[in-house]
């Protein structure tokens, strides 16, 4: 129960050390102390004190705690006494309304931890002071009665190596800022309930959840250059009666992220020079109030996950201010809305990830390809509407699905495989109404019922890997139809010699080459004349300059013990010569490791398959398909990683002349013989002379390298790679 009380320049070494009933009367200087308390320090006023209460300068070694009960100001760190130090956990609890202030004139160093609670309305300032300050351990703020609250509204920033858990409920229309906070650990949480005019920024948090209730009018709230990392979600929700601007910007967002605009305040999702935001969790926009939810009006917002539109009125979004990244499928729903627009976007999706429709989106102004796809749907296409585009299609950008275009301009339908693009255009329809629609295919026409060998004699062979389905969905407009291809080298040798086809009447149909593009891999081809008739449509070749790819039924590439199988098989052949095979460790650099000879002529399925046993490790393969003429063309490319033949047992002599004889620990319930270039030789049992084994007959193969192939019912096959020698 002093009164002034004055506790300077004290080194004492104690087992504890307590102050309580604090009366008026006088300040309370606590400064320039070192206290070594093996209990604890305490501090309490009464709540009849109306003084100050100063503790600058002093260090406390062990817990400390502050009960400030009455009205007067409590000053942690105060004039020129400079920083406290506390080397245990410190704790600060304002039952009364008087000023709590911690770290406000100097930057302490909190080494333990540090809460502070209000259970009194009163102001609170935290972490005001110039420079950067440092938590070791927790921090916690809780307030549920009240009073203007500012944490880190200093310049430099504040670390804190633990958690961050902050309870603030504004009472009666308080306001509250937070800034400049840095956290290592999760799991604590920021709540913070009817708050008047709300700043948060430059924070850099990690916790749980971060939630914004009930926010007031009063002033605008400034959500701007923060990033949270939230596994349970950042939400925010003002009230009906707030009538005052909410602006989010320069932000990053780990978690999911919803708002809910219950006033006549405008929302903007970005705002003037404070920078984009970046939205790494699904987003949800719902608009229960008056007010206008504006997104992308001063900078892009990037979303990586789904973006929901929950309302469907009073959300707008600025032109080409919509960003979809992030490297996993996403989807965007506006609700209540059939067929919703935005007024151009920006796909950037990484690692071959799509934004996937979920509703017929329309686009109003410029799409722009940089990465990634859009999987759409007959059920949900995408729609550009008229005057709007596109930018930047590309193999690694694309759509994938139906594409419809609205209008009397021109157009290029950015479709694709999924790993190329496969462009259609149609020239300017007659209607102003008119509409188009246009999807990319990348399957054998035959496979749904457009049999490639089905064709005018005009043309020799049609493309079998992919086709075009091309509809007129609206008007009676004619058209001329361009398709734009994509392929390795040896599809094309000769682009003026291609043709689009069209399907109709069971016939692949000649439309002639009005135009081309000369290049050999990356082109278009143009119909002669204008087409009414709409079906689906595909490339064919004039003559045999243009091989095309011969009708790979499939292509696979298998380890066994050791040795790499490649097989494949044909379901048609027209005037091939031979299959190449090749090999790469890189998949850049190819050699030709061995030769098959091909069937020729046919309409029937033949299988091929071939042995290469080279080395462990990463390898690729692919088919080189030589026609007759020495054009060729290149099938798709598979991989293995070989760990090594598994070889049992022992096959003797090696080289050989006329007789090769298996170990007896050679188990073999048959036993095979192919040459490199996958031919299986005929093998006949033989006399060993005595020996110990199984003996076979080889004089009658040519002198080469040959693979052994040992099958066994109690195991997996061995094979062996012998010589035979003359």
């Avoid at 504004?170 to 400049?180: A, C, D, I, K, Q």
């Avoid at 892009?300 to 201010?321: D, E, M, P, Q």
């Avoid at 139906?402 to 290029?412: L, M």
Wanted: aromatic residues 10%; charged residues 15%.
């Amino acid at each position: 129960n002093p009164a002034i009380l004055t506790v300077t320049n004290n080194k004492l070494t104690l087992a504890g050390f307590t102050v309580t009933g604090k009366q008026g009367g006088g300040a309370t200087t606590f400064d320039e102390n070192v206290l070594t308390v093996s209990g604890s320090f305490n501090y309490e006023d009464n709540e009849g004190n109306n003084q100050p209460t100063r503790f600058s300068g002093s260090e406390v070694n062990g817990p400390a705690s502050f009960t400030l009960k009455g009205s007067g100001t409590f000053s942690e760190t105060f004039s020129a006494s400079g920083p406290n130090t506390f080397n245990g956990p410190a704790s600060f609890t304002a039952t009364g309304t008087g000023e709590l202030n911690i770290s406000g004139v100097y930057k302490s160093a909190f080494n333990g931890g540090l809460s502070v609670a209000r259970t009194g309305a009163g102001a609170t300032d935290i972490f005001n002071a110039v420079g950067e300050n440092a938590i070791a351990g927790n921090f916690s703020y809780v307030n549920k009665v009240g009073g203007a609250t500012a944490i880190g509204a200093g310049t430099g920033k504040t670390s804190i190596t633990g958690k961050v858990d902050i309870d603030y409920e504004s009472g009666t229309h308080h306001n509250f800022s937070l800034s400049r906070l840095e956290n290592a650990a999760g799991g604590g949480t920021v709540s913070i309930a009817n708050p008047a005019i709300l700043t948060v920024t430059n924070n850099k948090l990690t916790l749980a959840g971060f939630t914004v209730t009930g926010k007031q009018g009063g002033g605008a709230t400034t959500f701007d250059e923060n990033v949270l990392t939230v596994p349970d979600g950042f939400t925010y929700e003002d009230n009906g009666g707030n009538n005052q601007s909410t602006r989010f910007s320069g932000s990053v967002v780990n978690g999911p992220a919803s708002f809910t605009l219950k006033g006549s305040g405008i929302f903007y999702d970005t705002f003037s020079g404070l920078g984009p935001n970046q939205y790494n969790g699904n987003v949800i926009y719902t608009r229960e109030g008056s007010g206008a939810i504006n997104i992308g009006n001063g900078h892009t917002v990037s979303y990586a996950a789904n973006l929901t539109f929950a309302t469907a009125t009073g959300i707008s979004v600025a032109a080409n201010r919509v960003r979809f990244n992030g490297a996993t499928d996403a989807t965007f729903t506006h609700a209540g809305v059939a067929e919703p627009i935005l007024p151009g976007f920006i796909l950037e999706k990484s690692g071959g990830a799509k934004l996937v429709l979920t509703q017929p989106l329309r686009v109003s102004n410029t799409l722009d390809f940089i990465s990634g796809y859009i999987q759409a749907s007959a059920e949900y296409p995408l729609i550009f509407q008229p005057g709007a585009g596109h930018t930047n299609a590309g193999d690694d950008s694309h759509v994938l699905g139906p594409v419809h275009k609205i209008g009397n301009t021109e157009f290029v339908f950015p479709t694709g495989s999924g790993t190329k693009l496969f462009l259609a255009g149609i020239s300017a329809p007659s209607g102003a109404t008119s509409g188009f629609s246009a999807e990319y295919l990348p399957v054998d026409p035959a496979d749904n019922g457009y049999n490639t060998g089905n064709h005018n004699e005009t043309l020799t062979k049609v493309f079998d890997e992919g086709y075009w389905d091309i509809r007129r969905i609206a008007g009676e407009s004619a058209v001329t139809v361009t398709l734009g291809y994509n392929f390795p080298d040896g599809y094309i040798t000769d682009p003026s010699k291609l043709a689009v086809a069209h399907w109709k009447s069971g016939t692949w149909n000649d439309l002639g080459n009005g135009a081309h593009t000369d290049d050999l891999n990356v082109g278009t081809v143009t119909t002669l004349t204008t087409v009414s008739d709409f079906s689906p449509f595909t490339l064919a070749s004039t003559d045999s300059n243009n091989p095309l790819p011969v009708t790979l039924a499939d292509f696979s590439v298998a380890a066994e013990n050791g040795t790499a199988l490649i097989r494949w098989s044909t379901a048609s052949e027209t005037g091939v010569s031979h299959f190449e095979i090749e090999r790469s460790g890189d998949a850049h650099s190819w050699q030709i490791i061995g030769s098959v000879k091909a069937s020729g002529e046919s309409a029937v399925l033949h299988r091929y398959s071939f042995p290469d046993p080279g080395v462990a490790g990463m390898r690729y393969y692919r088919l080189r398909m030589v026609d007759l003429d020495g054009t060729f063309a290149y099938g798709p490319v598979g991989s293995l990683r070989l760990e090594g033949p598994a070889i049992a047992g022992r096959v003797y002599p090696n080289p050989a002349v006329d007789r090769l004889t298996l170990d007896q620990e050679e188990k073999a319930d048959a036993v095979k013989i192919f040459a490199l270039s996958g031919t299986e030789w005929s093998l006949k049992r033989s006399d060993n002379g005595g020996g110990r084994g199984l003996s076979f007959d080889v004089s009658h193969l040519p002198a080469g390298i040959y693979l052994l192939r040992i099958e066994s019912k109690d195991g997996p096959a061995r094979i062996h790679r012998v010589v035979i020698s003359r």
